[in-house]
Each structure stands twice: as structure tokens, then as C-alpha cells.
């Protein structure tokens, strides 16, 4: 599966973030020039506009008529010289959403056509470090197809994923229902369908994969199907709200060397992989004092929950018990 990265986890290993991370100061490949993150950006955009701007698709076919829209129904065609946008289709620059973000210190512009008009929008939406199932088509901007989930729908960590995904894919809300399939498979209802328009800054970059070459834009059609809240370090605070700066990544900055404010107690691991985010001896789970299975809600007498405070060292040691019995260890 090219969409994936290497594995990003060993648990409280914060160089194995560091590697998986593929950050600009990596020597895997001397051969390959590192390019300035900004100019990259400059060249990136001015393709993928020009890219929307030259190329059409079936829009009438997710005016909203359609109940449960397939991202397998995106047809995507480039506009010849002289030729006129057929009735029903519309340019891809016509309907895209521009999002924009900064990773890695440098502005990037992302872009993604959200199709189901009909979604129902009180079904979740994934964080950016939540498991997601989807069906996706991945492919350059020359059309050639990289990867696709063709066994049906895949399953993933999105922060496993290049961190286009990790941008776009919460912007979507995940299946109405579904029902299992006498094969296995399951058939989802009314769900998220999109596509995005990626810079290589938010994809491979220089290290390019197997059929990418190098500071290359991709694109991808997808379905959000399913979502299923991350704790990674198992302590009782989904890893999303470990995310404290509230910036949607957990970013490591090279310059400063710190892990972008969402390192509580310093030691170099992020708090969602850290057992004890605030490094106080008393591991997070522990201070959930009113047992509710939320440690989040104990706040201390400095005005922050008791699990992030290194001066609030109470302790709840029959949560352990609680969390053995509900989990039927």
C-alpha cells in the first residue's frame, strides 16, 4: 500500500516519530536534492492550478440527486484546446475548496471537491490521528494510477498516512449505515466522497515511493466509510486531544528541537505516545480521580487537569481494576 508511510510507531520511542516523520534534515537518499521547502511549494501550486483549471468532471452526478454517491463515479477529464466543458460537467477549479495549512514551517495551499451533498452531517468526522476506513484511488496528475484499495475498504491510521490525509480526510463525515455482506464486506450508506489535489510537500516530497518520483503532486478520489478515536498510549485521553496546541498535527520542529507544544513534560516523547504526559511519576491513567474513565475532567488547583500538572501527584489506582473489568482481561 504506497499511500502509507513507514510505521510511525514504537510506543515512547520519540526518534522513531522523528524518522517516520521524514523531515527535511534526512540523509536516507544523498542522491536526491532537498529543495527549499517554500520555492517547492511556489512551483507546486502554480501546477496543481493550472491543473484545475484544464481539467473537468461529472458534476451533474453529485448535484444531490443522487442519494449515495461513489467516489468510483469521479470521472475526471482534461479540457482540450478548443473544446468546451460539457453539459453537466464543470472545471475542477470551479468547486474546490482550498485549505490552507503550515507544516514544516512552510504555507501550503491544499485542495479537495467534497461531493456528497446529502452526507449527513450528525455522523462523525475523523481527527487527524483517528483510524479510518476508506476506498481510495490514488494517481498523478498525468493520470497514472499509483494505488487504490481494490480489495475493498481499507483500514488505517491516518497518521500512518502522507499528511495530505491527515488535512483533508477530517473534513468529511463518515457513513450514515452500513450493513455486513454475506462475503464478509460490508456496504456503507450515504458517506463521505471527495477528492484532493495534492502538493508534493504534503506527499512524498524528496523521497518520492516506488512509482512517485520526487517533489511530484498526486491526487486521490476517496470514500470516508468509518472512524474509530485513537489512544495510542492507552492512558484514557483519545490522542487527539492530546494534541494541545490544537494545530491538527503533532509536528516535530527541527529548529527549536521540541515537539511543538504538545510535549507536556519535555522528555521528548508527545504526550500521546507517553504514558505520564506530565512526567510527575503518576501515569495518566492513574489520575482520572473520579473513575469516570476521563482523566481530562480532573482539574487540580492551578486550573488544569491533574494528568498535565507535575504538582498534582493523587492517584486513583482502582481504575486499573475498572479498566481490566470493562475490557474482560
Given at each position: ?22 523531515d ?85 495551499e ?87 489535489f ?65 510535549d507536556?513534560d ?50 486513583n ?6 479498566t ?6
Amino acid at each position: 500500500m504506497k499511500l502509507i508511510k513507514l510505521s510511525l510507531f514504537v510506543l515512547g520511542l520519540a526518534t522513531c516519530f522523528l524518522s517516520c516523520k521524514k523531515d527535511d534534515d534526512s540523509d536516507d537518499d544523498s542522491t536526491i536534492e532537498v529543495r527549499d521547502r517554500t520555492e517547492q511549494q511556489a512551483e507546486d501550486k502554480a501546477l496543481l492550478l493550472d491543473y484545475l483549471e484544464t481539467h473537468y468532471y461529472n458534476a451533474s452526478d453529485f448535484d444531490g440527486s443522487n442519494p449515495d454517491p461513489k467516489s468510483k463515479d469521479i470521472v475526471i477529464t482534461e479540457l482540450k484546446e478548443n473544446e468546451t466543458v460539457p453539459t453537466g460537467h464543470r472545471l475542477l477549479i470551479q468547486d474546490t475548496i482550498m485549505k490552507n495549512v503550515t507544516y514544516y514551517d512552510t504555507k501550503y495551499e491544499i485542495y479537495y471537491l467534497d461531493l456528497n451533498k446529502n452526507v449527513n452531517k450528525t455522523k462523525p468526522s475523523p481527527h487527524f490521528c483517528d483510524d479510518v476506513v476508506t476506498n481510495y484511488k490514488g494517481f498523478t496528475l498525468d493520470n497514472e494510477v499509483f494505488d487504490r484499495s481494490d480489495n475493498g475498504a481499507f483500514n488505517s491510521d491516518l497518521l500512518n498516512n502522507i499528511d495530505a490525509w491527515q488535512i483533508v480526510i477530517p473534513e468529511f463525515y463518515t457513513a450514515e449505515n452500513f450493513t455486513e455482506n454475506s462475503d464478509g464486506t460490508s456496504n456503507y450508506i450515504n458517506h463521505g466522497v471527495g477528492a484532493m489535489f495534492v502538493p508534493s510537500g504534503l506527499a512524498y516530497y524528496s523521497f518520492g515511493s516506488a512509482s512517485i518520483p520526487s517533489y511530484t503532486c498526486i491526487a486521490f478520489t476517496f470514500d470516508v466509510l468509518q472512524m474509530f478515536e485513537n489512544d495510542h498510549d492507552g492512558d484514557n485521553v483519545p490522542s487527539y486531544k492530546e494534541d494541545l496546541n490544537g494545530d491538527g498535527q503533532f509536528t516535530y520542529n527541527s529548529a527549536e528541537g521540541v515537539f511543538d507544544g504538545d510535549d507536556t513534560d519535555g522528555n521528548g516523547v508527545l504526550d500521546f505516545l507517553d504514558a505520564d504526559d506530565d512526567g510527575d511519576g503518576i501515569l495518566t491513567i492513574y489520575e482520572d480521580i473520579d473513575g469516570d474513565g476521563d482523566p481530562t475532567n480532573d482539574i487540580g488547583k492551578n486550573g488544569i487537569p491533574k494528568y498535565l500538572d507535575p504538582e498534582e501527584t493523587e492517584a486513583n489506582y482502582d481504575v486499573a481494576e475498572e479498566t481490566e473489568t470493562n475490557s474482560g482481561i
